[in-house]
């Protein structure tokens, strides 16, 4: 089966890694201009005029991108099978209706007001309490787009920096830990669930996924599997989903946002889960059966960030395995992962921490657990 994916980035090169030993082939569709996935057919299409010709080639699309239009893929599944949907795009790249759909699902999220001018995103501040944090709705990623607000009287300034006509404001978590549930739901209607990721963010970037974590009690798993159901159910989705939430003290789980695809917070399934992401994403949208989502060994994914340090001396490290796309460095820019495992969290986390002491400029790695 040639299958085709729009984006043609790392995620999409780890689903080829993946899909080979299946026997796919993979056709990749970059609308940008600047594809970095290195493997497969890549198609640079900038003035939609080669479509047709990715059609031609495939048998069912696929997407490691959501900020795609609406009707290019509602265009595409005139023609051939896309999974996830158009309507699973249509949501996940505007978090106003991702919150809608967490409400209407009893899914809990932050406090939020929806604003479209300067005025009403210091009437919501002053509603909500300071801090919040104001977020575009659409086109943010990575914490892009985003500002945090100590004071009302910094409303306006905040409104021209993100400088988009809506945003979401969210009163300010008091997490104890921002964690994330992954789970794949097949053509049939088979969900299974990943064990959930603890995740850190610096500057809105993702930096260390460790899984599963020593201390999770088994019903807030439960309960984000079933949060997490509730939205593929409704979506009658098929393939990988991601839902990031914020954890707070009393071990209650608060929805962020979500994500259609194979997810950054999920790589360390390549290594440390029985089944990764990537090929369980591509048996669900096969309509093959799902694979075994235990984790081996207590894992964790330490991104390399702007700078790719010294492979060699990350590959020293016991039971390490690096993970390269491919990509020129540039601050702030994702070209690798570690996979790191061991069979303590204790040995991880020594693990963790003497990747990390290889890697410039990565922050020092702190668990909830520790
Ligand atoms: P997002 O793009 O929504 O995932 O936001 C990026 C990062 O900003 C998150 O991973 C959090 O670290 C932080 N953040 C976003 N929203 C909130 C919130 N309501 N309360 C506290 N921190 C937040």
Known sequence: MNIGVLGAGQLGRMLALAGYPLGNRFTFLDTTGNPSAGIGDVMVDTDQQHLTEFLSKVDLVTYEFEHLPVPLVQAIEEHKPVHPSSEAIRVCQNRAEEKALFDRLAIPTPAYRLVESAEALEAAVRELGTPVVAKSVTDGYDGKGQAVIKDPANAAEAWR??????????????????????????????????????????????????????????????????????????????????????????????????????????????????????????????????????????????????????????????????????????????????????????????????????????????????
């Open 161 to 370: 920096s993100i400088n988009h006509p809506r945003l979401i404001v969210e009163a300010f978590v008091d997490f104890v830990r921002e964690v994330s549930i992954i789970a794949v739901r097949g053509r049939d209607g088979q969900v299974v669930f990943y064990p959930m990721a603890e995740n850190l963010h610096v500057d809105g970037i993702l930096r260390y996924s460790l899984a599963p974590m020593p201390d999770l009690d088994a019903a807030v798993q439960q309960t984000a599997d079933e949060y997490i159901r509730a939205l593929l159910d409704e979506l009658d989705y098929v393939g990988v989903l991601t839902l990031e939430l914020f954890q707070a003290r009393d071990g209650s789980l608060l929805a962020n946002e979500m994500a259609p695809r194979v997810h950054n917070s999920g790589h360390w399934t390549m290594d440390g889960a029985v089944t990764s992401q990537f090929e369980n994403h591509l048996r669900a949208i096969q309509g093959l059966p799902l694979g075994d989502t235990a984790a081996r060994m207590p894992s964790c994914m330490v991104n390399v960030i702007g700078q790719e340090g010294e492979p060699a001396r990350l590959l020293e490290i016991e039971d390490a395995h690096l993970h390269r796309y491919g990509k020129g460095e540039r601050p702030g820019r994702k070209l690798a992962h570690v996979n790191l495992m061991a069979p303590t969290h204790e040995a991880l986390v020594e693990k963790v921490r003497a990747c990390a002491a290889l890697l410039p400029g990565a922050p020092a790695p702190r668990f909830s657990f520790e």
